[in-house]
C-alpha cells in the first residue's frame, strides 16, 4: 500500500483520555461515517495523564450521545511516542497538551495543533481561496495530507483573538454546564474540520 492509499491517521490528546479527546474520537468517527468518508481515516485517542483503561466519564459520554457519537467500549490509554509517531494529524485539547507532544516526538511539531486552532486556520485557508490548489484528487488522505502541512504554514499569519479561544475547557469533575459547553466546542470544531475535508473534495466536482 503506498502513502496516498494508506488510512489518514488522526489522533486526538487530552489529559485523562476520558472526557474530551474520546469525545472527539467518537464523533469524529460519526461524521464521517454518515458522509461515506469512514473508510479513508483511522481515528484514535490517548491522554497524557490517562486513567488507563477507564470508560468515557458520564457526563461526557452522554454528551457525545447527544451530539450523535458512540461511547461504546473506549478504554483510557497513556500517549506515547509510538502513538504520535504513527499519526498524521495530532489534535490535542490544550496548548500544553500539544508542547507535550512534542516534547516526546520533536517532528510533531509540524503536524500537532490544538483542536479549535487547526480547524480556524483550515476555515480560514478554505475560504481564502488556496485550497484550490489541493489537486484532482478526491481522496480524504490525498485531501489532509495536503492540508496539514499548509495550515502549519497560516500559524502566525491567521492569530486567535485571544489564546485560550484555541483551547477546549476541560470539564471533569466541573458542572453540568461545563460539560455542555466542552462537549458543544468538541462537537463543533469536528463538524467544521469534516466540512472542510468535504469542500477540499468539492472543488473540481
Not at 49 to 64: E, F, I, K, R, Y
Not at 110 to 128: G, Q
Not at 137 to 143: A, D, M, N, Q, Y
Not at 153 to 164: D, F, H, I, N, W
Request: proline share 6%; net charge negative; charged share 25%.
Amino acid at each position: 500500500m503506498t502513502v496516498a492509499e494508506s488510512p489518514f491517521r488522526v489522533l486526538f490528546v487530552c489529559t485523562g483520555n476520558i472526557c474530551r479527546s474520546p469525545q472527539a474520537e467518537r464523533l469524529l468517527v460519526a461524521e464521517l461515517a454518515r458522509r461515506g468518508l469512514g473508510d479513508a481515516t483511522e481515528v484514535s485517542s490517548a491522554g497524557v495523564a490517562a486513567l488507563v483503561g477507564n470508560p468515557m466519564d458520564p457526563q461526557a459520554a452522554a454528551h457525545t450521545i447527544g451530539h450523535g457519537g458512540n461511547p461504546g467500549d473506549h478504554s483510557a490509554r497513556q500517549v506515547d511516542a509510538s502513538m504520535i509517531d504513527a499519526a498524521d494529524l495530532v489534535l490535542t485539547m490544550e496548548r500544553t497538551h500539544r508542547a507535550a507532544v512534542v516534547r516526546m516526538v520533536p517532528r510533531a511539531s509540524r503536524y500537532a495543533f490544538t483542536l479549535p486552532e487547526f480547524v480556524r486556520l483550515a476555515v480560514d485557508l478554505r475560504d481564502s481561496g488556496e485550497a484550490g490548489q489541493v489537486g484532482k484528487s478526491f481522496g480524504v488522505p490525498e485531501r489532509m495530507r495536503w492540508l496539514v502541512p499548509e495550515v502549519a504554514a497560516q500559524r502566525g499569519v491567521s492569530l486567535p483573538t485571544a489564546p485560550e479561544h484555541d483551547e477546549v475547557e476541560d470539564p471533569y469533575r466541573r458542572s453540568e454546564e461545563t460539560y455542555r459547553r466542552s462537549a458543544a466546542r468538541v462537537a463543533a470544531a469536528v463538524s467544521a474540520l469534516v466540512e472542510v475535508i468535504v469542500d477540499l473534495g468539492e472543488i473540481y466536482r
